[in-house]
């Protein structure tokens, strides 16, 4: 099946919806798992994963869903593989594609991620199994003295190596920079950061010829950090990250959907929202949140199958929300009137 780089790309930011990213690694959703006590095995991941990805209505708001790789070979209970039952819902299924944040050589305290080797050919696979984009994430820390330019740019660098042998491979890459807000450094300090890390991203995309029609980027918003003693309010995030892409993401990129990063979901929706409402922008912005749609969800499910039925209102109604701040039309009042 021939498909168009670009119009995937803009398929993912269609208006009104964004990108569910479910792609935890083991390691990330034994963590989520711990918080509402069940234990993480292959059937307990299995099963949550078909609750959002079977949740009707869902469509109306998700454009695609991120997957690991366990994920995308599993199936939901009447052997549908996951990637069929997003496709039969018109949701585009996707794949993370990096191996990881490691310690970074001679770096103190900084990360590089791997997973280079092979993608080649694991991105092959991944198309055959139904991908038709991947995400690969780099980190980038800040602290006293850090980050550092070399981590910056081996981490560009990395993400652009990724993103033209993926679309060599046909798939869209989701190119993620994450800065990290943990830590009780100003928003100054914050946008000064992102824009270094958008700056590099985008010196190395170029570079290595990667085209700009053809990929997504998903970044972190320009926040203060957790945990600073004066945090900055919602128009100012939304004014400072604004500020900063519009300084270095080239109007070529058909969107750019925000990770939530250990925001409140209600926050990381406020947040796209006043974006939103200050348009319009150079690109869609939008999202791609993990923690921020699958919160509530997670903890009204608590691994009982008997919750199901909470659990997917509570995915559902997140999803309503974002799709309602991809045009700046959610106010705080809409969560009292939770979707029955
Ligand atoms: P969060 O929205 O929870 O940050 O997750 C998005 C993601 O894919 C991080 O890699």
Known sequence: ??????????ALVAPGKGILAADESDGTIKKRFDSIGVEST???RRAYREL???TEGAADYISGVILFDETIRQSAADGTPFPKVLESQGIIPGIKV??????????PGEQITEGLDGLRGRLQEYRELGARFTKWRGVITIGPEIPSEYCIWTNAHALARYAALSQEAELVPIVEPEVLMDGDHSIDTSFDVTSRTLHAVFTELRDQRVHFEQMLLKPNMVLSGYGASERAGIQEVADATV????RHVPAAVPGIVFLSGGQTDEDATAHLNAMNAMGPHPWELSFSYGRALQAPALKAWAGEAANVPAGQAAYLHRARMNGLARSGSYSPDMETKVAA
């Open 1 to 10: 099946m021939a498909h168009n780089l670009e119009e995937t790309a803009r």
């Open 42 to 44: 292959e059937e307990t």
């Open 52 to 54: 959002l990805f079977t």
């Open 98 to 107: 990096d191996r990881g944040a490691k310690d970074l050589a001679n770096a």
């Open 243 to 246: 500020r900063s892409f519009r």
